[in-house]
């Protein structure tokens, strides 16, 4: 296939471009390298995927309207058709969302139309869209395990808003133009290559340092945390034709954040030193998904099981502990 993946250098968008540079896709990645994190593991990222003499790179920005546009173009004119987008470049974070509303509408929401808008102007070129999404659209007021049905018109943070805007930009291009999309909400990823501003990739680096980590609230906050292979598995099988239609990408088995704690002891052979915050305003109490319409349409569920995908993370880490424990860490995300 000839693929696109925006976001190629993020977290979740590596990944699906690794996988899909193993099975012997010619991968177009485009990513604009937004330092919202520390750069370097996302120049790592880039460095992995660009052994693979199948993978291109376009170091474009999504709000860029006219390069982007020509950067298509180019793809179809040397490649031909393009077989599904994967749109997973994004700005992330519930918290620091509340610092730059104006950057996440931009980039989440005008972004995602400027995708569209290419779509549409090539949809005899391009065959199917997939955008990804978040489980934070789902607000405080959700009954857990969430649906795709839930209520996601009372967002708490501009990130989620951002997303449920793009969301809703995609519905009215697949009715005005029979555009072909599927949304894919996530729920909680970590693993290898993940994010140092989540808490997971945070505690494993501070606790390994010796430093203390901090936790908002009691730490009783339930997450459905679901490791990186699952998902990036569950985003393939959403190239399928649907026309329109939104999938929970999650794992069904909550777990409290204390609990990611004590076994990252375990696994790390270290007490965690912690300081107790305030909850912050825009966490969600609990969160986890409901995945029978994945199982169904998809035939996709969460395999991995957090201890197991847990003691993977931390044995990456602490492969690659020489450059990973100088990276600079936020700290924005539970």
């Known amino acids: 296939m000839n693929v696109v993946v925006t976001g190629c250098a993020g977290f979740i968008g590596h990944s699906l471009t690794h996988e899909l540079l193993q099975q012997q896709h010619r991968v177009f990645g485009i990513d604009s390298m937004l330092a919202n994190y520390d ?17 291109t790179y376009y170091p474009l920005d999504i ?5 982007l546009s020509q950067c298509f173009e180019k793809m179809i004119r040397d490649h031909g058709s393009i077989d599904v987008v ?15 509303p104006d950057s996440f509408m931009q980039t989440n929401t005008l972004g995602t139309l400027n995708i569209l808008n290419i779509y549409r102007d090539h949809r005899q070129m391009i065959k199917k869209l ?31 808003a951002s997303k449920k805007a793009a ?21 909680t990823v970590y693993g ?8 997971i990739f945070r505690f494993m680096q501070q606790m390994a340092q010796g430093n203390k980590i901090e936790i908002y609230g009691d730490g009783s906050q339930q997450r459905a945390f679901t490791y990186i292979d699952d998902i990036v598995r569950g985003t393939l099988s959403a190239q399928k034709t649907c026309g329109y239609d939104i999938y929970n990408l999650g794992s069904d088995v909550p777990i409290k954040l204390m609990e990611v704690v004590r076994h990252l002891e375990q696994l790390l052979d270290t007490q965690a030193a912690i300081v107790w915050q305030r909850r912050h305003s825009t966490d969600i109490l609990a969160t986890w998904a409901n995945i029978d319409k994945a199982k169904q349409h998809l035939h996709w569920s969460a395999q991995i099981p957090w201890t197991i995908g847990l003691g993977n993370t931390v044995a990456w880490y602490k492969e690659h502990k020489d450059w990973l424990q100088h990276l600079h860490l936020l700290n924005t995300e539970t």
């Not at 593991?41 to 460095?47: D, T």
């Not at 709000?63 to 390069?67: D, R």
């Open 86 to 100: 994967f749109h997973l470049a994004a700005r992330a974070g519930v918290r620091v969302s509340m610092d730059h």
């Open 39 to 55: 750069i370097r593991i996302k120049q790592q990222r880039l460095h992995r995927l660009q052994t693979f003499a199948h993978f």
């Open 130 to 160: 997939v955008l990804a999404s978040t489980s934070s659209v789902y607000g405080q007021d959700a009954q857990c395990p969430v649906l795709e049905t839930a209520d996601t018109n009372k967002p708490l943070s501009p990130y989620a």
């Open 167 to 187: 969301e809703l930009l995609c519905y009215s291009y697949h009715i005005l133009y029979d555009l072909d999309v599927s949304i894919v909400r996530y729920f």
């Open 63 to 67: 709000l860029a309207t006219k390069p």
């Open 192 to 199: 290898p290559w993940g994010r140092p501003d989540m808490c």
